[in-house]
């Protein structure tokens, strides 16, 4: 099945990561021409593009939580490309020690909503005032499961990912459809989520070390196993196919192997006789 993204312009934040750089490969075999975006994986965004050689591609370091730095990543994509049809917002900056609220300093709730909330808003703002010029466009969030049944110890990250889930998710479907009419030939701008959950990325590589830590999480889901980066760039390729999601906007793509929600407790934790 094709997905007409040949020649497409592709906006990848957070580029250098686990899952966007699958997402980046993904577009690649569709021979859509990338904006590999990092902030500080140079390293990692160059060995990117040197395995990607036969794609036409651009790197941009920028630090998404800064205006400047967001109008500068999509005025070199436009002055590379001439346009961009579609941005994938995937970078977002956390605190991965798990920090109850009670623990929480106020530093650390405004940090994780710059990286994961604030740059977003940004990326977006800087891609519709594209859309809005060139009548065309579309958009995949990343978001995680965090957002869709909380996090405990990352209350900040949950709540951040939820605001893009819900309600940043739902506003913009309806500002970009004005923004990018339909037309006879064309389906109008389109937005969509993915909230991943467990994936294979080097960040989760401690867990994959730990057999009863696998068992706990696996515990939850019908489909037993971590999701690979590769579920969640196919994900993002489809839908910002608009021959195969032309008529999809403002929904949620949850990826997490029909997941249900987290164990609460360990096993020795639990006093049975209660139950």
């Known amino acids: 099945m094709e997905t007409d993204l040949r020649g497409q312009v592709v906006v990848v934040t957070g580029a250098s990561g686990g899952i966007g750089s699958a997402i980046c490969r993904q577009f690649a075999a569709e021979g859509a021409r990338l904006v590999v975006h990092y902030r500080t994986g140079r390293q990692q965004a160059g060995a990117l593009r040197r395995e990607l050689k036969e794609a036409e591609t651009i790197s941009v370091q920028a630090d998404l939580r800064r205006e400047a730095d967001a109008r500068r990543l999509f005025a070199a994509a436009v002055e590379r490309f001439g346009r961009v049809d579609t941005v994938v917002v995937n970078a977002g900056a956390w605190e991965s020690k798990y920090v109850p609220i009670h623990s929480m300093t106020l530093r650390q709730w405004r940090q994780t909503l710059a990286g994961v909330l ?153 006093d049975t006789s209660l139950v």
């Open 118 to 270: 604030d740059s977003a808003f940004l990326t977006t703002r800087e891609f519709l005032r594209v859309v809005a010029k060139q009548k065309r466009g579309n958009a995949v969030l990343i978001s995680s499961t965090a957002a869709v049944f909380g996090e405990a110890g990352h209350a900040d990250y949950a709540s951040a990912k939820a605001a893009l889930a819900y309600g940043l998710l739902r506003s913009l479907k309806n500002e970009m459809s004005r923004l990018a009419p339909h037309t006879r030939y064309y389906c109008g701008g389109r937005i969509n989520c993915i909230c991943p959950g467990w994936t294979v990325v080097p960040r989760v590589a401690a867990s994959l070390g730990n057999a009863a830590k696998i068992r706990q999480i696996t515990s939850t889901m019908a489909l037993p196993q971590f999701a690979r980066p590769e579920d969640v760039a196919n994900a993002a390729v489809f839908l910002s196919s608009d021959t195969l999601a032309r008529h999809i906007t403002g929904q949620n793509l949850v990826i997490s192997g029909g997941m249900e929600g987290r164990r609460l407790w360990k096993d020795e934790e639990l």
